[in-house]
């Protein structure tokens, strides 16, 4: 049974953070150095203690001095600050606790405030010990009706999976407490998405299938899959990032404003999209990288990454077609694309307006017409509106020109830094906000879209494509789009 003995509210109460994991990639690289820089902001509560759960055998000075040593170094420029970082370093205790053994858990109990404090489980785990720590955290009877539960991506490999680890954590945790991060959510661009479409009413007036013609979302990396092969050959790229991140940036682009900016409206509006998603038919590729450059560099292909194995189809590389039937989006196709090992890190959503029907300047101008609309994420976060004005110059005449109008958020908001999405995402869920994670509902109905596809793209005729380190995916991406008489941004 859950400890109905605290069912306490937030306010005035101190925190426990429970971070398992505490020497994993993802706590060192992402979570720590954001509950620093929360520090630094002075937005971390005095009394939340962070217990660092970690194997048996490491000491609390060891922890701190790796901590310090891997995370110090690789700040932001001009966020270091010696008192704050001391001041972080002493809210960090240390527990060994072998997670698949029951009676370790006391060390636990024994650590968190007693009897007034909201405990928060961060379980930046593999998912395959999710069920086991829940069992062993209720066993233990340290988890509270106020008590609050983050789990990171991938949530199952199928809707089946996901199924089961959503009525494990729904067991011990009401859904209003479970805080599924897709850290993409976080992005200060993405969150932007929101007051780009529903603040401008130029934009909002547009948004729909009569006047957008097609819609990109593109999510690019140039490194591969760095130390993960046990991880990534089982999952590929539609799961890893097609599944959360780009079906999460295509529910923003198309969902319907929501009443209110609170977590019930917006899921409510997100799930409406993905419960629209056409099933795939067709036009779905999958492909994988082999030897080649990037940044000058010789990479190796997949198969040739370490810990890889000859043989294996995983996909690295997936884009499709997808269309939403609803009364905004029928007719309006949403190409979606991945992949790793590719010429470029870009994340960005661009939107290609119709053209004017009537077009009064000379024919051979006209594939100039029609405006596009970028909104880049990644690298560099900003706008920029491809926009057709007259070319200078009297001997032109009235001949046309495109060019960017641009909007750099860094430069036009005067900021030193855009703030990690993890930093956040965190504080959001210190706060008990939900509106920025994935609900329950979101989570399988992304699965079972996927499921299907993948379905589909694993039939036998569907052949697995190849394409070079360091290019801009398979030609054949190019063909896909170019069938339906559109073209990537780049390319246009
Ligand atoms: C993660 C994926 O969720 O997102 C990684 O598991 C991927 O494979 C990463 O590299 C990309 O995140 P970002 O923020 O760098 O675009």
Redesign the pocket.
């Known amino acids: 049974m859950i400890n109905e003995n605290q069912n306490r509210s937030s306010a005035n109460t101190s925190q426990d953070f429970v971070l398992f994991g505490a020497l994993g990639n993802l706590s060192l690289k992402k979570l720590l150095p954001a509950m620093y820089q929360l520090e630094l902001s002075g937005l971390l509560d005095k009394s939340l203690v962070m217990h660092c759960v970690v194997r048996d055998g490491v000491s609390a000075s060891e922890l701190s001095s790796k901590i310090t040593k891997f995370i110090k170094p690789r700040l932001p420029k001009g966020t270091f600050n010696e008192g704050v970082w001391s001041n972080f370093i002493d809210r960090i205790k240390c527990i060994n606790v072998d997670l698949e053994d029951p009676s370790q858990y006391k060390k636990l109990t024994k650590a968190l405030h007693n009897n007034n404090s909201v405990v928060t489980y961060y379980f930046a785990l593999p998912p395959r010990l999710f069920e086991v720590v829940c069992d062993n955290l209720y066993s233990a009877g340290i988890i509270y009706k106020s008590s609050k539960i983050v789990i ?3 949530i199952g490999r199928d809707y089946e999976s996901s199924q089961k680890i959503n009525d494990k954590l729904a067991d011990y945790f009401e859904e209003e407490r479970i805080y599924r991060i ?3 959510l976080g ?1 200060e661009t993405v969150q932007n998405l929101i007051a780009l479409r529903f603040a401008n009413s130029i934009l909002s007036n547009l948004w729909n299938s009569k006047n957008i013609e097609y819609v990109e979302i593109t ?1 690019t ?1 140039t ?1 591969g ?2 130390d ?1 092969w046990g ?2 050959d089982g ?1 590929g ?1 539609m799961r ?2 097609l599944q ?2 780009l079906l999460q940036l295509l529910c923003l682009v198309a969902m319907e404003p929501p009443n209110h900016l609170n977590s019930l409206n917006v899921r409510y509006e997100k799930e409406q999209v993905l419960k629209a998603l056409e099933p795939i038919t067709d036009n779905i590729i999958r492909a994988q990288y082999v030897d080649g450059e990037v940044s000058g560099k010789s990479v190796p292909g997949y198969l040739n990454e370490e810990g890889g194995s000859a043989q294996s189809d995983t996909e690295t590389y997936i884009c499709m077609r997808a269309e939403i039937s609803n009364w905004r989006w029928s007719g309006t196709p949403f190409y979606l694309r991945t992949g ?1 090992r590719l010429a470029n ?1 870009v ?1 960005e959503i661009v939107i290609h307006f119709k053209p004017d029907q009537h077009f009064i300047f000379d024919k051979d101008q006209k594939g100039l017409s029609g405006n596009s609309l970028i909104i880049r ?2 690298p560099t976060e900003g706008i920029s509106i491809d926009i057709l004005t007259k070319d200078q110059g009297i001997e032109k005449g009235m001949r046309l020109r495109k060019d960017p109008l641009n909007l750099d958020f860094v430069e036009s908001q005067k900021v030193s830094r855009i703030p990690d ?1 993890y930093e956040k995402l965190i504080l959001e869920m210190l706060n008990s906000e939900q509106r920025l994670f994935v609900s329950r509902n979101e989570v399988e109905l992304a699965w079972k879209w996927c499921d299907q596809a993948i379905q589909i793209s694993n039939h036998t005729s569907q052949q697995l494509h190849h394409y070079s380190a360091g290019s801009n995916g398979p030609d054949i991406a190019k063909e896909m789009i170019q069938k339906y008489g559109h073209r990537w941004h780049e390319d246009r």
């Open positions: 990171e991506k991938p897709d850290h993409y992005k999510a990396e490194i899959i760095e993960r991880y990534y999952v790229q890893d990032m959360s991140h790793k890190k994340t994420l990644q999405a």
